[in-house]
């Protein structure tokens, strides 16, 4: 008989919890010259990666991601019986292409940069229910492509308002298996979309604090903690403008997470020194943030606990240019030492 691992109204408790065994990031020049560059595994000296077109980079980046996660794993590609993988380009055209070659079964996802959450908490169900031994996720983005999939060609030189954030060009990649890891995921909080009727499509942070805020509340309400329960609240990329924002919501709701909040889209650039305004954005932002920071500090129990949330705006040019608002959603990953 399956055992119950539902908690709460949208909440799941596993109930063998499954581990992360392996994690690797991939990033690009901007991102090796800010504040966590001499934590990723390859930090490549150009933008391009080797390739002729933004897209074919953004591949590649992930191709590389995937080998060095399987390779730290000690594994071989065969033994991955499944892999999570999403991008913001149209038709997941960075993954698909990106992993043709691996011939590992591939399970496309578009959150947009909520998807390393959605990934993970994909992978580890498909993990936790037995499914596969080992699972595998992966997510990036890219500076380049997405401002030609999203805003305007780079060549346009239009100018970016201090509401704007940064596509961080990177991808990370992480390896799943129900045992033998020093972190664990010991639940996650599906996220719903929320929708505020923002249309500002260069004030990310704006658009995706509240599906954050959501998320972030029903999961303490599912799992019955406080934010002091976690050691780190860490969302995906609101930046300096949604952290603000996500943090009044929750106290409107009577949580106050000041001491706990933290961002990857803020800890990823000096925006001080590197032009980037609100700070980064972007699938690979929060994805190399947890496998470069995230995850070291929990295998080595400077954290015990983290409620990890990546958050997308789910927007395509063409929505936006038909005028419709850009709704948000979130997806909590509770990672624990172990």
Not at 152 to 177: D, I, N
Not at 310 to 322: D, H, I, Q, R, Y
Request: hydrophobic share 40%; glycine share 12%.
């Amino acid at each position: 008989m399956a055992v119950n691992q539902m908690t709460g109204r949208q909440s799941i408790e596993f109930h063998e919890a499954p581990h992360i065994i392996s994690s690797a990031s991939v990033v690009g020049p901007k991102e090796g010259d800010g504040p966590l560059g001499e934590w990723f595994d390859l930090i490549s000296p150009e933008a391009e990666f080797g390739e002729d077109t933004w897209e074919e980079a953004e591949s590649t980046m992930q191709k590389e991601a995937l080998q060095t996660a399987i390779g730290k794993a000690k594994l071989s590609e065969w033994q991955i019986r499944y892999l999570f993988g999403g991008d913001l380009l149209a038709q997941l055209t960075a993954t698909f292409f990106g992993n043709e070659e691996s011939n590992v079964p591939l399970i496309g996802l578009y959150g947009a940069c909520s998807t390393c959450g959605e990934s993970l908490m994909l992978a580890s169900m498909t993990v936790a229910a037995g499914y596969a031994d080992y699972a595998a996720a992966l997510t990036s983005s890219h500076f380049a492509s997405a401002e030609k999939e999203f805003r305007f060609p780079l060549g346009y030189g239009s100018q970016r308002p201090l509401s704007a954030t940064w596509t961080v060009t990177g991808s990370g990649a992480f390896v799943l298996a129900a045992k033998g890891g020093h972190v664990k995921i010991t639940g996650v909080t599906p996220g719903k979309i929320v929708d505020m009727g923002i249309r500002d499509n260069m004030n990310m942070g704006a658009c995706m604090a509240p599906a954050a805020c959501d998320t972030i509340y029903q999961n303490l309400m599912d799992f019955n903690r406080q934010p002091e329960d976690y050691d780190q609240i860490i969302t995906g990329d609101l930046g300096y403008v949604g952290q603000t924002i996500l943090i009044d919501l929750l106290k409107e709701k009577g949580f106050d997470i000041t001491q706990q909040h933290m961002d990857c889209g803020i800890e990823i650039y000096d925006r001080d020194t590197q032009d980037t305004h609100a700070g980064g954005s972007g699938c690979g932002c929060s994805a190399v943030v947890l496998a470069a920071m995230i995850l070291p500090k929990l295998r080595k129990g400077i954290w015990k606990r983290v409620l990890f949330v990546p958050t997308g705006a789910l927007l395509s040019k063409v929505s936006f240019n038909e005028g419709q608002a850009i709704p948000g959603i979130a997806h909590g990953v509770v990672l624990e030492h172990c």
